[in-house]
């Protein structure tokens, strides 16, 4: 039994060496145990990436059905406002403090150990950072919508909050949340994660779902409905200010972001969460509403008081 068990995870390993491809890993995201009913403890589905699918196949990933596994009840990702929360990027949740009390886990994404200073010219593809490098990483980041129903959640409501500059590169990796970002509804909020790789393989996306919360909120001013990026890299007067939506590109339908030509650095054009698409590095201080839904209201008001008496 014990043997058969090994053989399978020694199967799996080797699977992973050509499938290691990266997600991020919390007790918060859907898929987590797979979409098996069974809780998979080698998991992987939403490590695969996004490319020229239908919207219903690459939104959220649900290609794989993962937007019906939500997580357990009562696990959210937790957003401590103005502070920082954790998740660990791997190829698969065995090598992640989630599976085998972290026994296969590494500094790393794939559970093995590599110098600090990793390079490799021609792209590391152990783990598959899609990078030559550590100042080649394209960049990560986590949306948020204050939508309990993940069936509410739509590419304007789905803002971006948090951005990490030379992500994914190691497991543990920590984002910056807003000191205003306002509480969720009674039923929490989802939250996406998404990575856009800069080169080295196919030019495809990554995203995936998460059931979210903010603590210690508050500022109750709404997050403002995200506008798109634009790539801006050779001119940021240009780049879209105030709240974004997640980048979704290089898909059948649904693509918010396009791209043609050469970066600064010679590079084909690859839209990533950095500079270059406008996106400054931590929490996103200006994703916020202007003028609080209070204020309109009484605003309203005033005008409807003072049309009364003009008649
Ligand atoms: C995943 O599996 C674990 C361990 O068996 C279980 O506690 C948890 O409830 C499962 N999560 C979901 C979403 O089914
Ligand atoms: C990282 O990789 C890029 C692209 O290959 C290269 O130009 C740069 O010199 C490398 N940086 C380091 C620190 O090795």
Redesign the pocket.
């Known amino acids: 039994m014990f043997a058969r068990h090994l053989l399978a995870f020694v199967a799996l390993l080797q699977a992973g060496t050509t499938l290691a491809h990266l997600a991020a890993w919390h007790d918060g995201m859907y898929c987590r145990n797979g979409t098996s009913g069974a809780d998979e403890a080698n998991e992987y589905t939403t490590v695969k990436p996004l490319y020229q699918l239908p919207k219903k196949d690459w939104w959220l990933h649900g290609l794989d059905g993962c937007t019906r596994f939500p997580p357990a009840p009562g696990k959210f990702l937790e957003l401590p406002a103005g502070k920082e929360f954790t998740v660990e990027i791997a190829s698969n949740r065995g090598k992640t403090s989630l599976s085998f009390n972290g026994r296969f886990a590494s500094n790393w994404p794939d559970g093995n150990n590599y110098p600090e200073?990793y390079?490799v010219?021609s792209c590391i593809t152990s783990p598959n950072l899609h990078a030559?490098?550590?100042?080649?990483a394209a960049g990560t980041a986590f949306a948020i919508s204050y939508q309990s129903d993940i069936e509410r959640v739509t590419p304007e409501n789905l803002v971006v909050f948090s951005v990490k500059y030379h992500t994914p590169w190691k497991r543990i990796t920590t984002y910056s949340v807003p000191a205003a970002l306002p509480a969720c509804p009674e039923g929490g909020c989802h939250c996406a994660w998404a990575w856009i790789p800069n080169g080295c393989g196919q030019p495809n996306m990554y995203q995936q779902a998460f059931r979210c919360r903010v603590t210690g909120a508050t500022s109750t001013a709404p997050v403002a409905p995200g506008k798109p990026p634009v790539w801006c890299e050779d001119n940021p007067s240009a780049c879209t200010k105030g709240a974004k939506q997640m980048m979704y590109w290089n898909q059948q339908e649904g693509n918010n972001i396009w791209v043609q030509g050469l970066d600064k650095s010679g590079s084909p054009k690859s839209p990533a969460y950095n500079s270059k698409c406008g996106f400054s590095e931590g929490a996103q201080n200006d994703i916020f509403a202007t003028g609080s839904g209070k204020e309109r209201r009484c605003a309203a008001k005033t005008k409807r008081g003072s049309a009364g008496r003009r008649t």
Do not use: R, V
Request: glycine letters at 0%; zero cysteines.
């Open positions: 200073d390079n010219p030559q490098n550590y100042s080649q």
